[in-house]
Nanobody
């Protein structure tokens, strides 16, 4: 089992920045690729970003490319999502997730999920 706890969400004005953190515990963190997803009210959960086990490969949704950066610190068992130039359409609950395979952009391929953290971007 891998337990994931997100933090860092909040209310920010459009154009602002937030940094989300996801703390992992349980099994060896470096054995898992990590992803960030988000879900807005009334919408499907969507992929945001993913990073491979050693942090050398990242993958982003087109909607966040150039604005968001995913990173990880295996020594601290943590993954981060730096979000810059935030837009109202980025408003959602953000979830981190772990999978034992590789970088993936499909939610069903992830094995473990956090409880989510709310991000609200005002216009």
């Amino acid at each position: 089992q891998v337990q994931l706890v997100e933090s860092g969400g909040g209310l920010v004005q459009a154009g602002g920045s937030l940094r989300l953190s996801c703390a992992a515990s349980g099994r060896t963190f470096s054995n898992y690729a990590m992803g960030w997803f988000r879900q807005a009210p009334g919408k499907e959960r969507e992929f945001v970003a993913a990073i491979n086990r050693n942090g050398g490969t990242t993958y982003y949704a087109e909607s966040v490319k150039g604005r968001f950066t995913i990173s990880r610190d295996n020594a601290k068992n943590a993954v981060y999502l730096q979000m810059n130039s935030l837009k109202p359409e980025d408003t959602a609950v953000y979830y981190c997730a772990a999978n034992a395979l590789a970088v993936r952009s499909t939610a069903r391929e992830y094995d473990y999920w956090g409880q989510g953290t709310q991000v609200t971007v005002s216009s």
